[in-house]
């Protein structure tokens, strides 16, 4: 595991962009965080690393968002998944989406749904420190990725 510490949003952004330049397609980035932890933050880095020029906001309404780069990036956010069974999210595209290897893929709120996420993926947890500003971020990459 790697952990940092960020003392703004302007580093929570540069921290995703550094990663975002290691990601390759089909690479699945799994987004922990309480609310107003820095994911959206952290997913604005990796799309600029991405090479996407439209804005990025959390898809927590639409379910699924898709933007276009260099490399696509496929956020979703599975806030409202949790109580979802297999049929039902195999209706809401869920397996669509995690079979997607053209795209760098990212999930926000993956513990609603952990039991549907394959073993190769990347783990990013997103901490608030003590100080409002400050962010403590720990990356864990299954032997599967990278």
């Not at 089909?26 to 020029?53: C, H, P, S, Y």
């Not at 999930?107 to 500003?133: G, K, M, Q, S, V």
Request: aromatic share 8%; net charge negative; proline share 3%.
């Amino acid at each position: 595991m790697f952990c940092c510490h960020t003392h703004n949003s302007t580093e929570t952004h540069e921290f995703g962009r550094r990663i975002g330049a290691r990601l390759k397609a089909g690479d699945l980035l799994l987004l922990r965080g309480e609310l107003g932890a820095g994911k959206t933050t952290f997913t604005k880095g990796v799309a600029q690393a991405l090479g996407i020029t439209s804005e990025v906001t959390s898809p927590t309404f639409v379910l699924l968002l898709e933007h276009e780069g260099t490399l696509p990036m496929l956020h979703l956010d599975a806030y409202r998944l949790e109580d979802l069974d297999a049929p039902e999210l195999q209706d809401a595209g869920l397996f669509d989406f995690l079979a997607r290897e053209d795209a760098v893929k990212l999930i926000e709120w993956p513990e609603r749904i952990a039991a549907y996420l394959p073993a190769a993926r990347f783990d990013i947890a997103i901490h608030h420190c003590e100080d409002e500003t400050r962010r403590r971020i720990e990356w864990t990459e299954s032997e599967a990725s990278l």
